[in-house]
Every structure is written in structure tokens, then in C-alpha cells.
């Protein structure tokens, strides 16, 4: 299952990492899958400054898979500078995370997330949503033209 582009691993749990990482290899999501461990490298990622400011130009996420609760630059904070800049207002971002918390959920949404996906505990439940996020968002997903 891949399309051209990467998925963008915002997540500063190692284990989850882990579980994630392994969930895409089982699912056959061959996507390369970039991680970065906290919304200050996320946004410089994503915007090529910082550390990533030689990040070769032209090499987008197709999406960022974006957890709510992350040091230095909360989630939320993240996805509000995502949405306010014109060159990745349009990016898929999928929160990712298990915070069942109403607020999270509205806020999420609110601030422009596309989906919200609750992390689940066990390792067979989340392989599952890991291949249904892979299918959808790198294979069936029409996203709209890069600017």
C-alpha cells in the first residue's frame, strides 16, 4: 500500500513509536514514516528550519499523524500553526492519540484536524486502525494540490 510521499510520526512515546512502526509494517504500509519526538521538531520539520533546515525541498508528508500531549509544543499548538500558514493549511492531519476527552476531540476539530483517532491499548486492535489509516489516507484519499 504506498503512494509517493511520507508519513510524518509526531510522537514522543518510544513505545508507541514502536507499535505504531510495527502496525504499518504488518498492514503493508510501505510509506516511509519520518518521527519526530516533540511539536518544537514537528514544526521545523515541516517548515525546514531548525534542525531540518536542510530538509530537501519538494519531499512532503502525504500525512502527519499528530499526538495531542507532546513536550515542548503541544499538539493542538502544532496544528493551529499548520492551519494558519498557507503551505500546509491543506495538509491531512490525524490526531492520533488516546485521549478520549470531549475537549481534545472539539478542539482538535476546531483548530482544522481531518480525523481523530483515539490510540487503542492492545496491539491487535491498534494493527487494525493502523491499516485502516494507512488505506484510507496514503491509497484512497484524494488530497488536494500541494502549493
Known amino acids: 500500500m504506498k503512494r509517493t510521499g511520507i508519513i510524518l510520526l509526531v510522537e514522543d512515546n518510544p513505545y508507541d513509536v514502536e507499535l ?7 498492514s503493508k504500509v510501505m510509506n516511509e514514516v519520518v518521527v519526530v519526538r516533540d511539536g518544537t521538531e514537528a514544526l521545523d520539520y515541516l517548515f525546514r528550519t531548525g534542525t531540518h533546515a536542510g ?16 513536550p515542548k509544543v503541544d499538539g ?4 493551529r500553526r499548520l492551519r494558519a500558514d498557507e ?15 470531549e475537549q481534545d476531540i472539539v478542539a482538535s ?6 480525523s481523530y483517532v483515539r490510540k487503542p491499548v492492545d496491539f491487535a486492535r ?5 491499516g485502516h489509516l494507512g488505506l484510507y489516507w496514503l491509497v484512497l484519499n484524494h488530497a488536494p494540490p500541494r502549493r
Do not use: H, I
Open 20 to 26: 505504531t512502526l510495527r502496525a504499518f509494517a504488518q
Open 55 to 70: 530538509r530537501e525541498p519538494g519531499v512532503e508528508p502525504e500525512v502527519v499523524l499528530l499526538d495531542l500531549k507532546l
Open 76 to 79: 493542538l499548538e502544532v496544528l
Open 87 to 101: 503551505r500546509t493549511r491543506r495538509l491531512p492531519v490525524v490526531m492520533l492519540t488516546s485521549s478520549d476527552e
Open 109 to 114: 476539530y476546531d483548530l482544522g484536524a481531518n
Open 126 to 130: 491498534f494493527l487494525d486502525a493502523a
